[in-house]
């Protein structure tokens, strides 16, 4: 089984930063693409960035520019480095990976989901 555990949130004020960091823990093969998603209170869950083994990088629109994704394979690590934070990034942040576990039937790819941690940006 593996495990995705989110850290890093909080209460911080408009303009200012946070860093999110998500470990991947468990009986890991291969970890593929990671991302992190936001739900706000009455919306749906959404794409902020993903990373994919290579090291690409898609952002959505209203983060470009301030946020930055990153990994570090070696700690089965993404981090997620926010800047400029608006009251309109009030969310819960998710991590997701899509990753490989080794099993006496082989390789099974599966996608995970962390337990969310709270972003709240206000004065």
């Known amino acids: 089984q593996v495990q995705l555990v989110e850290s890093g949130g909080g209460l911080v004020q408009p303009g200012g930063s946070l860093r999110l960091s998500c470990e991947a823990s468990g009986s890991i093969f291969s970890i593929f693409a990671m991302g992190w998603y936001r739900q706000a209170p009455g919306k749906q869950r959404e794409l902020v960035a993903s990373?994919?083994?290579?090291?690409?990088?898609v952002y959505a629109d209203f983060v470009k520019g301030r946020f930055t994704i990153s990994r570090d394979n070696a700690k089965n690590t993404v981090y997620l480095q926010m800047n400029s934070l608006k009251p309109e990034d009030t969310a819960v942040y998710f991590c997701?990976?899509?990753?490989?576990?080794?099993?006496?039937?082989?390789?099974?790819?599966?996608?995970?989901w962390g337990q969310g941690t709270q972003v709240t940006v206000s004065s």
């Open positions: 990373i994919n083994s290579a090291g690409s990088t």
């Open positions: 997701n990976g899509d990753i490989a576990t080794l099993t006496p039937l082989g390789g099974i790819q599966s996608n995970y």
